[in-house]
């Protein structure tokens, strides 16, 4: 079972890089999110998309933009990689309606020098 | 506004004792709550969720928590830790507005000693 699926699950990156990061899920859920973990602080919610077609911005929506391709992907783009971006990024999904688990892939580590 | 609180940042217990993890909450009406789990280098693995039905919550892997209202918390317990329960474990609260909002604490990193 694959469920979420996030790729890169590293990255490397020197500040002004661009980066797409791609997010794919399999349960045939409607809601996509993505976070971001730094230490100490638990997950953070960058953008979501609450079905296909829309996306919103979260807590920490600055310098990312999103794209949902299609009901199974959900990508991020970091236009003009910061050091302060370097975290690890999470990608979840989950049914529609208020109060449902959200199911999260492994994560992507990305590093900006 | 909803928040949620992990008053230990970590825990250290010995293979075979009780776990127990504390999470606080606050919340402006019923809240839904959950447990999530993470080992290193992988992603949040949902442990239990409470939704108002009853305040003891069974989970996966011999975790339970219990919702109590009067005291705003949330723990988690398990009655005999073993050595693959070392982890991180995130109290998360929902939003309950909206979209599907979850709000995290900042998380208790479980040891477990031989």
């Known amino acids: 079972n694959a469920g979420v699926t996030q790729t890169p699950k590293f990255q490397v990156l020197k500040t002004g890089q661009s980066m797409t990061l791609q997010c794919a899920q399999d349960m045939n859920h409607n809601s996509m999110y993505w976070y971001r973990q730094d230490p100490g602080m638990g997950l953070r919610l960058i953008y979501y998309?609450?079905?296909?077609?829309?996306?919103d911005k979260g807590e920490v929506p600055n310098g990312y933009n999103v794209s949902r391709l299609n009901k199974r992907e959900f990508s991020l783009r970091l236009e003009s990689a910061a050091p302060s971006q370097t975290s690890v990024y999470f990608c979840a999904s989950s049914e529609t309606g208020l109060n449902q688990p959200q199911h999260f892939g492994d994560g992507t580590r990305l590093s900006i020098l | 506004a909803q928040s949620v609180t992990q008053l230990d940042s970590h825990v250290s217990v010995s293979e075979g004792t009780p776990v127990l993890l504390r999470c606080n909450y606050s919340?402006?009406?019923?809240?839904?709550l959950f447990w999530y789990v993470q080992h290193p280098n992988k992603g949040l693995q949902l442990l239990l969720k409470?939704?108002?039905?009853?305040?003891l919550v069974k989970g996966i892997n011999g975790f339970e928590a219990e919702f109590k209202k009067s005291e705003t918390s949330f723990h988690l317990t398990k009655p005999s830790a073993h050595m693959s329960d070392a982890a991180e474990y995130f109290c998360?609260?929902?939003?309950?507005?909206?979209?599907?909002?979850?709000?995290f604490g900042a998380g208790t990193r479980l040891a477990v000693h031989p």
């Open positions: 998309s609450a079905s296909e077609g829309t996306t």
């Open positions: 919340s402006s009406y019923s809240p839904s």
């Open positions: 998360v609260v929902s939003d309950g507005r909206g979209y599907n909002k979850l709000i």
């Open positions: 409470y939704t108002s039905a009853a305040t």
